[in-house]
Structures are given as C-alpha cells and as structure tokens.
C-alpha cells in the first residue's frame, strides 16, 4: 500500500507512543525510520516497528533513562544512554559533536549503552548540514564470520560518511560491513530461490547457495571487510568500555534487557584544513567528475554515493512510500505487538 510519508510517520509514532516511548522519543524515532524508507532502505524503516514495540513493552528499551553526557577534552565526550532510545541517543551524540567540531575543528564522541539507532547515515547529514564532514560506525549484533571463520563474531557494524559541498549534493556513503543484510536471505527464501556464494555460510563455514542452510553472513571483500568490522568494534566498542565482538548483545535474545550498544560519531570543520568554501567546490568537482565518467555496459551513469538514494526521497515524498500490506495493517491496528521477537536467534528464526 502506497503511504505519504507524513501518514506513514505518524502510524509509527502512535504505535511506538502506545507501546511506551514519550511523544520526543516517538517523533525523533518514526522520524528517522521514515526517511530510511523514503531513501529506500526499507530493512530500517516501518519493518522494525513491531520489533521495537514489543522490546519497549518489555522493557528492554529504557523509556525513562538517565542520560548523561561527559566532556572529556576540548574535542572528544562520552554519552551515556543508559539503554534509552537509540535513535535519540545518537542525535544528541551528533549535536555535541557539532557544537564542539565548530567550537575547536574537530570532535569525536563517543555513545555508550544505547539500543538500535537504524540507518547511521541520518546522523552524518546532520553534520553535512552544518557544512561539516560527519562520520559514524557503530556496533550491531554478531551474524557474522571473521574472515576464515566458521562461527560468527562480528555483527553488521556499519560505516558512513557524508560531506558538504558547493550546490548541496548529496553525498552519503553509509554501508553494511556484510555483503547482505539478513533480510535480503530472507528474501530469497521466500521466492525459493538461491543466493549468491559470496553471502553467507553453512554451519561448518562453507559457502553456501541455499538461503535455509544460512549460519552466518560474510563480511564484503573478504579479509579487507573483516577488517574493517574490526575497525568498527575498536572505535565504537572497545574504546568505549562497553561490550565488544562475540560479547555484543544478540537483538533478539531477551527484549526485557537494555542492549549495551556502543557508537561514535566523528565530526572534521573542513575550515581548519583546506578551508570550508574550498572544500566544497572541490567537493562539488569530484562529484561531477564522477558523473561524468563514461558507463560501462549495462549502466545507465555513475552516481556518487548517496545520490540515488536522494532521487527516491524525492520521489517518496512526491508520490508517497510503497509500504507492504501487512506492515500497514498492523501500524494501524490497536495491537503493540505479537510476541514474536522474543528469545529467538540471531536471525529471529
Ligand atoms: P546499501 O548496500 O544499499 O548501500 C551502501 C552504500 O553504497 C550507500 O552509501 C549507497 O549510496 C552506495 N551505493 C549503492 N549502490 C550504488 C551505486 N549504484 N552507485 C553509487 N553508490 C551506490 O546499504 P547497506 O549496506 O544495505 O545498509 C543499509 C542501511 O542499513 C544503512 O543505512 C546502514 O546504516 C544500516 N545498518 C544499520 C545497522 C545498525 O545496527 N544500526 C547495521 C547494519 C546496517
């Protein structure tokens, strides 16, 4: 069913204020899960409605929770969630990183103890729109194998960056460090078909085609995107005291207990470097350039990262978001959820 995006905002807000969140907390979440699905990254949008209301209505999300917010140095601080809503939590992190990127040219903060925050690209803009460079990593729950591994370690832990430039581009390169998302094997199993044998392992590690036989998803290029998983568990687990690796909490193993995640947002004023309004032209050049470089076969251009995703929003916002029947049915029902989240494994299975 086809939804404007304001319809679709406010279905998400009402149900997540009737499972327990406070109109703030509820505006900022359906918010940001709204423009996930108006970019087109549905597997961060309405979808986790359900999955966020049941944890909330088993308490696992903090709705009353102490947050507390310490500077330790002229450009870096640490906010502590206190299991709150992520989404709320990893705004607040990116405004103290603006105010102190433009106070002393950079910042680096750091969130601990927060639950989900969705797509982390959405905090980046931010910065971008303050005319700074915002960057942003954080953990998720361990589906993946390290690199010649046969069990999992390392979850999804995402990536991303976005920058400004001279006529407002959008550039926003926010990636999984995985070749898939879990919802995409769940895709092809529900069409009955294969998946490709760069995606995920069996039990024993070996590649495998068949979207049932799934223990665990690969990281992207191998030992590189390994790598940067671990790059991604340093900077927003380890070093901010919180649960690292295969201690990462699983997001369906008990919805009654606060998730214990960790992210960082890192912020650069372009002034300090090169100069903001040089930055931006050059910024500006490249993503031209880019546009510009002759196709291979079977595409249509080169888009910069961030750039389609920009043309779906104003598509989204024109024409409404095509959101599936049932996900709608149950945002406009009276039901908060049908306990189907709890005590799963890592794939909700
Ligand atoms: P994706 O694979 O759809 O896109 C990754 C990046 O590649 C994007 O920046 C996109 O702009 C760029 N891109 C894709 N195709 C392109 C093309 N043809 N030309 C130029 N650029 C192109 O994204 P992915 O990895 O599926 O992640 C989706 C979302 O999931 C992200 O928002 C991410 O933050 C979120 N996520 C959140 C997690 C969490 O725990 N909070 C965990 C994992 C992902």
């Not at 905002?9 to 969140?21: E, S």
């Not at 068949?210 to 900077?235: Q, R, S, T």
């Amino acid at each position: 069913m086809i939804l404007k995006r304001d319809q679709l905002r406010q279905l998400m807000k009402n149900k997540l204020m009737k499972a327990g969140l406070s109109e703030k907390d509820a505006n900022i979440t359906s918010e940001t899960l709204a423009y996930s699905d108006a970019r087109g990254w549905h597997s961060h949008g309405a979808v986790r409605v359900e999955y966020y209301s049941e944890r909330i209505a088993k308490g696992g999300i903090n709705t009353n929770p102490n947050i507390t917010w310490k500077k330790t140095g002229p450009c870096s601080g640490i906010l502590d969630g206190d299991n709150g809503v992520g989404f709320t939590i990893a705004r607040m992190g990116m405004q103290k990183a603006i105010e102190m990127a433009k106070e002393n040219g950079v910042a680096i903060v750091g969130m601990r103890r927060l639950s989900h925050s969705g797509s982390i690209g959405y905090y980046c803009e931010m910065a971008r729109d303050e005319g700074l460079i915002g960057i942003s990593m954080c953990q998720s729950d361990p589906m993946a194998v390290p690199f010649g591994g046969s069990e999992p370690y390392y979850g999804t832990n995402p990536i991303a960056i976005s920058a400004p430039s001279a006529n407002d581009e959008n550039m926003m390169f926010d990636m999984a460090t995985t070749v898939q998302a879990w919802g995409k094997v769940l895709d092809k199993r529900s069409k009955g078909e294969s998946i490709p044998s760069d995606w995920a392992v069996d039990e024993k590690g070996n590649p495998t085609t068949n979207p049932h036989e799934v223990n665990a998803l690969m990281p992207i290029a191998g030992a590189k995107g390994y790598g940067l998983m671990m790059f991604v568990d340093i900077l927003s687990g380890v070093l901010l005291g919180v649960p690292f690796g295969g201690h990462v909490s699983s997001m369906y193993h008990d919805l009654s207990v606060g998730r214990e995640l960790g992210q960082i947002h890192i912020v650069i004023d372009p002034e300090r470097f090169v100069g903001s309004e040089k930055f931006k032209e050059d910024m500006t050049k490249s993503l031209s350039e880019l546009n510009n470089i002759k196709p291979a076969p079977g595409y249509d251009k080169v888009y910069y990262p961030g750039q389609r995703g920009k043309i779906r929003e104003e598509k989204s916002n024109k024409d409404g978001i095509e959101i599936p029947d049932e996900i709608v049915k149950y945002l406009k029902s009276d039901d908060i959820h049908y306990n189907r989240y709890d005590h799963k494994n890592r794939f909700a299975e």
